[in-house]
């Protein structure tokens, strides 16, 4: 199956999806073998306990949760999904069309930083869920970067300037979280908010340390996965 690059329409964990066989995640969800199925379940709880309304998926890829949590979850009233990468996002669009989510959620072709500016992200082709700003990761990892492209980056609180929302991110963004994270520090404080954020071992300390500044503390974490809420 790794072999066919013409993608299979399909229905996984109760969604459907145009999928790529030989793309890593595409594969998983085709041959049914688990990808962050316990965040979402855990997210999908907290939505529902904590009466969430809004979702924001930063490092949206192609949709799997943005997918799954539109589907599921009905008391989301709107859901932003930003996916910097050209072909990920086309593909984001295509799984929200496949299943009638383009009214509620809205699909950003921009990434999130510290400030408006086009940087150059590397991207692994043979998985559309690795695609990186950070150089130290490019130099580092074992992943095929070798694909460059230039993406357009905004700051979160110049586009959404909304108070008093009940709103969970989450931000996987292979490195370029806390830069994401900066340019949302006026949106953090005058709303209550959820985090999700990807922190590898290398980088958790500071992550953790870093959010504390925008009132931000951990209370879970699965696997790489730290789940934050505001400090009481």
Same mark, same amino acid.
């Given at each position: ?32 073998? *688990?990808? !962050?199925? +316990?965040?979402?379940?855990? &997210? $999908? %709880? =907290?939505? /529902? ?34 996916? *910097?990468? !050209?072909? +990920?996002?086309?593909?984001? &669009? $295509? %799984? =929200?069309? /496949? ?134």
């Amino acid at each position: 199956m790794r072999l066919r690059s013409k993608p299979i329409t399909a229905r996984r964990q109760g969604a459907n999806w145009e999928l790529y066989p030989n793309d890593w995640i595409d594969n998983r969800l085709l041959i049914g073998r *688990p990808f !962050e199925r +316990t965040q979402i379940e855990f &997210v $999908k %709880n =907290l939505i /529902l306990e904590r009466e969430i309304s809004h979702f924001y998926d930063c490092g949206a890829n192609i949709g799997l949760y943005s997918v799954q949590l539109g589907v599921n979850c009905d008391s989301l009233v709107a859901i932003n999904a930003f996916e *910097p990468v !050209e072909l +990920t996002h086309s593909r984001l &669009v $295509k %799984n =929200l069309e /496949l299943n009638g989510l383009l009214d509620k959620v809205t699909a950003h072709h921009y990434g999130l930083g510290a400030k408006d500016e086009t940087m150059r992200i590397a991207v692994d082709r043979t998985s559309s869920g690795t695609a990186t700003l950070d150089k130290g990761v490019q130099a580092h990892s074992k992943r095929n970067f070798e694909h460059f492209e230039d993406i357009q980056l905004k700051v979160f609180d110049t586009i959404f300037k909304d108070k008093g929302q009940r709103a969970f991110f989450k931000m996987d963004m292979e490195g370029h979280e806390l830069m994401a994270a900066s340019g949302m520090a006026k949106f953090l404080a005058n709303n209550q908010c959820t985090l999700q954020i990807e922190a590898w071992n290398r980088n958790a300390d500071k992550i953790i340390e870093s959010m504390r500044q925008y009132g931000y503390v951990p209370f879970h974490k699965i696997n790489e996965d730290l789940y934050l809420e505001k400090a009481s």
